[in-house]
């Protein structure tokens, strides 16, 4: 009986490793996110950034952050 395994449920590594692969996975689209609208907050003008309430400051310091954070 030691010889059967159950193969209808994946070992618990398994989903382990599935859960830290999306977790990654999710993480790093929230890294690439934040790339793209800092790119398109570097791109606005005065005029748009007023519009949207930013300073040029509070747009310097947000350009100056890593992609990760």
Known sequence: MDDFQNVCAPPLQSKLRLRR????????????????????????NEHQ????GISHADRL????KPFWR
């Open 49 to 52: 950034l007023s519009d949207l």
């Open 21 to 44: 692969l999306k977790g990654l996975l999710t993480a790093f689209a929230g890294s690439l996110e934040r790339a793209r609208t800092r790119r398109l907050l570097g791109q606005m």
């Open 61 to 64: 310091n947000e350009l100056d």
